[in-house]
Nanobody, 130 residues
Framework: QVQLVESGGGLVQAGGSLRLSCVAS????????IGWFRQTPGKERAFVAA????????FYADSVKGRFTISRDNAKNTVHLQMNSLKPEDTAVYSC???????????????????????WGQGTQVTVSS
């Protein structure tokens, strides 16, 4: 079991920044990837970004590329999502999730499907006002 706790959400004006954090605990060695997903009411959960814990490989949705940066702090079992140039359409509940992606799978599609992730945090609300 892996436990995930997100923090850092809040209300920000368009153009502003927020940094989300995801702290992992428990059997973290069973997972090698942390992904961030977001969801708005009535819509399916959408991929935002992911990082392979051991390789350091990162993947981003096109909608956030160049604005968001995912990073890891291995010593603290923490993954950060730095969100800059925020837009109202970034408003959503953001959740982090843990998965073990096979070593032979190194492309975007191996990281972007929320159904592949085994463990989830409770989510944190991000609201961007116009």
């Amino acid at each position: 079991q892996v436990q995930l706790v997100e923090s850092g959400g809040g209300l920000v004006q368009a153009g502003g920044s927020l940094r989300l954090s995801c702290v992992a605990s428990g059997s973290t060695s069973s997972s090698n990837t942390i992904g961030w997903f977001r969801q708005t009411p009535g819509k399916e959960r959408a991929f935002v970004a992911a990082i392979n814990w051991s390789r350091g490989s990162t993947f981003y949705a096109d909608s956030v590329k160049g604005r968001f940066t995912i990073s890891r702090d291995n010593a603290k079992n923490t993954v950060h999502l730095q969100m800059n140039s925020l837009k109202p359409e970034d408003t959503a509940v953001y959740s982090c999730a843990a998965d073990r992606v096979p070593d032979y799978c190194s492309v975007y599609g191996c990281y972007a499907a929320w159904r592949d992730y085994d463990y989830w945090g409770q989510g944190t609300q991000v609201t961007v006002s116009s």
